[in-house]
């Protein structure tokens, strides 16, 4: 997802509470950061936010962080959290990063994350751009960097060949799989609790099966 431009975006997400900045001097205090050592939950490419914002409201005792690499993209979701603030919805227990991905490990201590959601991930479709897939072998190296030894990656696609060439990257980088599906919405199992996000509304609405895996180390 790449909204145009928005003038003002920068400056919005520089003055804005909900963003921590700075974030490689945060590595290793994100504890601090919360105020408490609660599980901490990062989803990265979080678009507009909706399914992190949800999970915040209804898991109090994890600490969340979604993660934008696009100022117009992470300022929506600013846009609607301070909407939700005003109808009285506060979220002590989520922030918002923006930055790219790749950075993980410079911001991440190992073991400080126990789980990382990667939901409807662009999928990069020409092999020379395969690197650059969130589920590629190095992103999954960067995420075994930051990772708890018992911490998982939930991974939601409608993109049939990403979710193929996820699952081969899964075993190629020796990662277990834990659980999968080709169809998550009529999968009761995997299904049960499953929070939807903006584009899995609109794939799942146009009749596209949603594919799901956990993976551990
Ligand atoms: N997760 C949302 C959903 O399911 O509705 C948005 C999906 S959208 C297709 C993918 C998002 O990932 C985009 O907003 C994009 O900017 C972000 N993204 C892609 N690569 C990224 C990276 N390396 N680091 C951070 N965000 C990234």
Redesign the pocket.
């Known amino acids: ?2 909204l145009r431009n928005i003038p003002g975006a920068k400056d919005a997400i520089e003055d804005s509470k909900y963003v921590v900045h700075d974030v490689q001097e945060k590595k290793g205090k994100w504890a601090e950061v919360f105020g408490n050592h609660n599980p901490v939950h990062i ?9 992190i914002m949800t999970l915040a409201e209804l898991y109090p005792d994890v600490n969340f962080i979604g ?4 100022d117009s ?1 992470l300022l929506r979701a600013l846009q609607k959290r301070e909407e939700q603030e005003k109808e009285g919805k506060i979220l002590n227990n989520l922030f918002f990063i923006r ?4 950075e993980l490990p410079l911001v991440f201590e190992k073991g400080e994350v126990k789980k990382i ?6 999928p990069w479709p020409k092999e020379r751009h395969a690197k ?1 897939r ?1 589920t590629s072998r190095q ?1 999954l190296e960067r995420y075994q960097q930051v990772l708890d030894a018992e911490g998982v990656v939930e991974f ?1 696609t409608d993109n049939r060949e990403l979710f193929e060439f996820s699952l081969e990257e899964v075993k190629e980088a020796g990662w277990k799989l834990l659980a999968h599906t080709f169809d998550l919405h009529h999968d009761e199992a995997m299904n049960k609790g499953n929070v939807m ?6 794939f799942s609405s146009q009749g596209n099966p949603i594919h799901k895996l956990i993976a551990g180390q």
């Open positions: 997802m790449r989803e990265v490419g979080m678009g507009k936010g909706r399914f993660i934008e690499m696009y993209v930055m790219d991905a790749r959601y990667l939901n409807f991930s662009d650059r969130l992103f939601k996000t903006e584009y899995e509304e609109k």
